[in-house]
């Protein structure tokens, strides 16, 4: 969501902070602004709807220059979308940048008009500006006890970062609930939400922690904690390469991310496979491995792309290692009351890590008579990483476009390597340990095989990209994948889509089926096809137009298509039969020409709950 970039250092600033929040695009936002505090002691603030090539324009009519100064992408939530509620937002000399959502913030703003503050916008952020100011003016604190005074009085999530017309040698950044991470250069420092915007001048980080605050100067940066405690961070080397954040040869990062997936899952395999016998995973030590061996139940808690690999992993869990699992969405977990399993392990899945309701529900889980909990991320520094008891990486490698790919298939082959150390920890079945080990050895193979049959999916999506409505159906650990293909449709081409184990079709969605209403069909060759070729002569047999994914030849009439995959293992088919669901919604919305990397309304890393 909202992306942050700041910098303070004896350059000019203004193509550092244009340059991160053109990183910071993938994000999802609608409007963006940058202000800078110049030579002269003045504050100019350059504010535009729409995306960071309008703003840069309004730039390059100016000649600004500054050595410190913030900016901001904004993803609304307080206000409609307009350059007033766009950030930075200021209150005389206080300036401010923010992620996150005031809670208490309508009863903050009746308390500050009658102190006689104005207000231009219908943000939460500019209420923590005047707050700011008008804490500054009570008494003659300093900026850092300013700020702690100031968010006594804050609900909600905060994470911002301020400077003052008054003071401009330094920014000050506080971390509360979204993630913040500063940059170290020579005689320059920086904060950023993401490291991404910072890798064009810095390869060094300080990733703040839940309470920090930071007070950043060009050639000192000192932090406190939660309980205002000097502390020192570990500092960490980036291991992204900035070449990764370009596209390439491709069109889309969505695209490339599709075609990364055969390289991303041989480094989730990387190291992992010891002796080709058993799993190993760095991450766990001896206390960790005892953990999984007293675990009697599994409870996974996830949002979106994550949610659909947890119920894939349900069917694993329950069928390979004879281990009850159960799965549920973030944000309804936290707000009901549960019966927690006896020697329950509790599971989160995210990509960024910092998903508001993901991490919302493990602070939750923590006061439950849960075993333990375990977490499986795509980010080493996310704060899902470092609250949980123990984590395990993907190692998908970055992943920009909205539409999560890559890191759905990594998910997925962590979770099947975890069941078969779990699976060997416990001696449920040393064969099944090792079944699992071989045949996810061929995933790459096998997804590189099916990236190369891409023909079939293009003339389809030239005969649905005119569909206002699509079903899917998928039977056992099919219909997870169902669900997958189904929200991809919606993410990037906005056809509405729905997914439905196929046993369901009978009750209700038959009723639906006509020559208008194409439905995909997931049917692999195993124990289900049979039920799935019943289900696909019923629609058949009432005019529907049915695209079936198989391995398997099918003789019917006119309205059934194929799209012939090559033969996959069982066990791994859930994995490799996502990558043509992905390839469907890519060049569906290709041809409908949307913005498929940035997808409207949505947000790569959901931060706000």
């Not at 001696?427 to 997804?447: E, F, M, R, V």
């Not at 929200?487 to 439905?500: G, M, P, R, V, W």
Request: glycine letters at 4%.
């Amino acid at each position: 969501m909202c992306g942050i970039i700041a910098a303070i250092t004896k350059r000019n600033i203004t193509n550092i902070l244009i340059n991160g929040m053109k990183k910071l695009e993938y994000r999802g936002y609608d409007s963006s602004g940058l202000a800078i505090i110049d030579n002269q002691n003045n504050i100019i603030r350059i504010r535009c709807v729409g995306k960071v090539n309008a703003l840069i324009k309004k730039i390059n009519s100016m000649k600004i220059s500054g050595n410190i100064g913030v900016a901001h992408t904004r993803w609304a939530t307080h206000g409609k979308v307009s350059t007033e509620n766009t950030h930075p937002h200021i209150s005389s000399n206080i300036i401010i940048v923010h992620n996150g959502i005031i809670e208490n913030f309508s009863i903050l703003r009746v308390f500050l008009k009658k102190q006689g503050y104005q207000f231009y916008s219908d943000t939460d952020t500019e209420v923590i500006a005047h707050l700011l100011h008008w804490e500054q003016n009570k008494k003659k604190y300093c900026l850092k006890e300013v700020i702690q005074n100031s968010i006594k009085k804050l609900y909600g999530n905060y994470s911002m970062v301020v400077m003052d017309k008054n003071n401009p040698s330094k920014l000050i950044a506080i971390r509360s609930g979204s993630p913040l991470v500063i940059g170290l250069g020579i005689e320059e420092n920086f904060i950023a939400s993401d490291q991404i915007a910072l890798l064009h001048v810095t390869k060094r980080f300080i990733y703040l922690e839940e309470g920090d605050i930071a007070i950043i100067k060009n050639n000192k940066i000192d932090i406190f904690n939660k309980y205002n405690i000097k502390i020192n961070r570990k500092e960490i080397i980036s291991t992204i390469k900035y070449k990764s954040i370009k596209k390439g040869k491709y069109h889309y990062y969505m695209e490339k991310e599709i075609y990364e997936q055969p390289y991303s899952i041989q480094n989730t395999l990387k190291n992992r496979l010891k002796d080709n016998e058993t799993i190993h995973f760095d991450e766990l030590d001896l206390e960790k491995d005892n953990l999984l061996i007293n675990t009697e139940h599994i409870h996974i808690v996830a949002c979106g792309t994550s949610y659909n690999a947890a119920m894939v992993a349900k069917y694993w869990f329950e069928s390979l290692a004879n281990i009850p699992c159960d799965v549920e969405i973030a944000s309804e977990f936290s707000s009901r009351k549960l019966v927690v399993r006896k020697n329950s392990l509790f599971i989160t899945l995210s990509q960024s890590g910092e998903t508001a309701d993901t991490l919302s529900a493990l602070r939750y889980s923590k006061n439950l008579n849960y075993l333990g909990n375990l977490t499986i991320c795509n980010m080493e520094g996310s704060s899902l990483v470092k609250e949980s008891d123990c984590y395990i990486l993907t190692k998908a490698g970055l992943e920009i476009g909205v539409a999560s790919t890559k890191s759905f298939t990594t998910q997925l082959t962590v979770l099947l390597m975890l069941i078969a150390k779990i699976i060997t920890l416990k001696k449920i079945n040393d064969n099944t340990s090792k079944a699992i080990i071989k045949t996810i050895q061929n995933l790459p193979q096998k997804i590189q095989e099916i990236l190369k049959q891409t023909q079939d999916i293009k003339n389809i999506a030239q005969n649905l990209s005119n569909k206002n409505n699509i079903l899917f159906l998928g039977r056992g650990d099919q219909y997870p994948i169902a669900i997958e293909g189904a929200l991809k449709l919606k993410e990037i081409s906005y056809i509405h889509a729905e997914a439905y184990a196929s046993g369901e079709l009978k009750h209700g969605p038959l009723a639906l089926i006509d020559e208008n209403m194409p439905v995909i069909m997931i049917a692999p060759k195993n124990s289900l096809l049979l039920k799935n070729q019943q289900n696909i002569k019923e629609i058949s047999a009432r005019g529907g137009i049915v695209y079936i994914l198989s391995d398997q030849k099918f003789d019917y009439e006119d309205n059934i298509n194929i799209i012939k995959l090559p033969h996959i293992e069982e066990l791994i088919a859930p994995i490799c039969y996502v990558v043509p669901l992905q390839l469907l919604a890519y060049y569906i919305a290709l041809i409908k020409g949307k913005n498929i990397d940035q997808p409207r309304n949505l947000a790569k890393s959901v931060t706000v709950s």
